[in-house]
């Protein structure tokens, strides 16, 4: 998997094509928005039925991500669940595969506004973590600096050859970093939207996912 490397903060971190940020030196990797469950969330509220494969789809691609990155720690940085039901719902070949991937590694939930709070999967469940000089949480704060969020699922839009090519992509700029949502059944919000434009500094780049992840100018 390619990745487009960055310096933020002091630290040299690498945004990977499937949506996971990797820091080398800590040997940590961190993923956002997983909403594991989410199919069967909207089909219990009466939504579109859904091809119930998302979870699988997620966990298949976080496996590969820990295979080739062979991450010592591991940070979900919230609405990991879609809610607490949906956790509750998980089938238990899916339970077991989140169970494999935790051992052997430090395992970190922060918590986001899907989370169902702690749950049964192992693991330290926090509101926020800082590993000097970068502090995961899941929603940025507006003034913060070395900042690393999700909750956004931001997606990036441009035009090549009279086509719009459209994908999650992280947020950078010089105070923050917002990943793209990992979870399968996502989608993404614009960076044109006015919460992104007014979060993101005026030197922010869009990093598209994707097989070769490509930098670009965030749009606005």
């Not at 699988?56 to 609405?79: E, H, K």
């Not at 598209?208 to 490509?214: A, E, K, S």
């Amino acid at each position: 998997m390619t990745g487009y490397n960055f310096n933020f903060s002091g630290a040299d971190l690498t945004a990977l094509g499937s949506g996971a940020l990797w820091w080398p030196a800590q040997e940590l990797l961190v993923v956002s928005d997983l909403h594991f469950g989410k199919s069967e969330r909207i089909a219990r509220r009466g939504g579109t039925s859904l091809p119930p494969y998302e979870t699988r789809d997620t966990l298949t691609r976080l496996a590969a991500d820990l295979a080739l990155y062979d991450a010592r720690t591991v940070i979900c940085l919230g609405d990991s669940f879609d809610d607490l039901a949906a956790s509750q719902a998980l089938p238990e070949a899916e339970r077991r595969w989140i169970f494999q991937l935790q051992a052997g590694r430090q395992w970190i939930w922060i918590e986001g506004n899907h989370d169902p709070g702690p749950v049964e999967f192992g693991g330290a469940h926090l509101a926020e973590l800082t590993l000097a000089p970068v502090t995961f949480r899941h929603i940025a704060q507006s003034g913060a600096a070395g900042e690393v969020s999700g909750h956004y699922h931001p997606k990036a839009s441009l035009s090549l050859r009279g086509r719009t090519i459209t994908r999650a992509a992280f947020l950078i700029d010089r105070d923050r970093v917002i990943l793209p949502a990992y979870g399968t059944y996502t989608g993404g919000l614009p960076t044109r939207t006015a919460v992104l434009g007014n979060l993101m500094g005026t030197d922010a780049i869009a990093v598209l996912t994707g097989p070769t992840p490509t930098a670009v100018p965030m749009p606005r």
